[in-house]
């Protein structure tokens, strides 16, 4: 199977959040619009969609459709494994596009963003990963 990806191919949004920093992403392929699955999804890829996009981080990620079913049946990516290093979700490892195994109406990822810096604090061994930092 062979696909042309081309111009804009890879950009990213939200969809169906209460703001622009939160909903299900979708994804831009042939100027088309489609979802992600979320198998394996996480915050690794979480945190691609939110640099990719101008946030620092992904606050949180949800899978099931939690922002609701939308209406584009089209899926593009399914079993994403991202590192957390890559400038886009193209650049992650996953099926080759189009090629999944999910329902779109209720396996879409989503994820909220944040501008927020994570922090890790210690005291006498006892750590604390902090998501709501300034």
């Not at 999910?102 to 501008?115: D, H, I, K």
Request: proline share 1%; charged share 20%.
């Amino acid at each position: 199977m062979c696909h042309l990806l081309v111009g804009r191919d890879g950009r990213v949004r939200l969809v169906d959040g209460v703001d622009d920093s939160e909903g299900h992403v979708e994804l831009q392929i042939l100027q088309i619009w489609g979802r992600v699955c979320d198998d394996w999804w996480d915050v690794m890829e979480g945190d691609v969609v939110c640099r990719q996009l101008g946030f620092k981080r992904a606050e949180n990620v949800y899978l099931e459709s939690h922002f609701g079913t939308g209406n584009s049946s089209i899926l593009w990516l399914d079993n994403l494994r991202c590192t957390g290093s890559e400038e886009t979700l193209l650049e992650c490892s996953s099926n080759p596009v189009g090629l999944h195994n999910c329902n779109p109406f209720f396996e879409s990822a989503g994820v909220r963003c944040t501008n927020k810096e994570a922090g890790v604090w210690c005291v006498c061994g006892v750590c604390i990963w902090c998501v709501w930092c300034v």
